[in-house]
Every structure is written in C-alpha cells, then in structure tokens.
C-alpha cells in the first residue's frame, strides 16, 4: 500500500512558476513509478508525466512537453513537478499516482496506475 498526499498548489498569473510536490508513504517507494495526471472541469483525465523506479527516464504529454519538469528522491519519498511557463489552459486539478510497471512513450491513461493522491488544485489566470 503506498499513500500520495500532493501539495504545492495555488493561484499564477500566467507565464509563472510553480512546484508541485507528493509525498509517498511506505518502505517501497522505489518500487513505484511515479506518475502526474490533471484534470479540469468537464473534461477527461490527462496525463501530464511520468518518471521511472530510479528517475533515469521520463515521459511527459505533448501539451507540456518542455515546459514541466518531473523528478523525484527516493531517500525522501517525494516526487516533484516544476510547471514553468504556465498558461490558462493548465488549470486544473492535478494528482500523483503511483505504478508498479513502466512504459516507455506517453501513451498512459491512468489505469497504470494503482495509487492515487487527493490531488492538489491549480489556476492560472490571464
């Protein structure tokens, strides 16, 4: 079992920074893929990132490509997400997850993933 509490969220103007954190509970951290998903008012889930068991790879959705950043430390039980350059169609709920298997390419749905955090709100006015 793993437990996911994300935070960091909040109000940016646009073209501002923020860092998206979760902490992960349990001796097995390293075990998981991690992964960041959002969600915005009527519409699907997307998939935003994902990093490898040690970090060594990552994968990101063609609509944040270059701009977020996903990285994690093990040691600490954390995982992190560095959203650069926001835009108002980044708002959104945003959530970590956590998997047992890894895929190479950013074709992830969600339905990977086993563990979910409650998620962390974030907006970005014009």
């Known amino acids: 079992q793993v437990q996911l509490v994300e935070s960091g969220g909040g109000l940016v103007q646009a073209g501002g920074s923020l860092r998206l954190s979760c902490a992960a509970s349990g001796r097995t951290f390293s075990s998981y893929v991690m992964g960041w998903f959002r969600q915005a008012p009527g519409k699907e889930r997307e998939f935003v990132a994902v990093?490898?068991?040690?970090?060594?790879?990552?994968y990101y959705g063609d609509s944040v490509k270059g701009r977020f950043t996903v990285s994690r430390e093990n040691a600490k039980n954390m995982v992190y997400l560095q959203m650069n350059s926001l835009k108002p169609e980044d708002t959104a709920a945003y959530y970590c997850?956590?998997?047992?298997?890894?895929?190479?390419?950013?074709?992830?749905?969600?339905?990977?993933?086993?563990?979910w955090g409650q998620g962390t709100q974030v907006t970005v006015s014009s």
């Open positions: 990093i490898s068991w040690s970090g060594g790879a990552t």
């Open positions: 997850a956590a998997a047992r298997r890894f895929y190479s390419g950013s074709y992830y749905t969600g339905d990977e993933f086993d563990y």
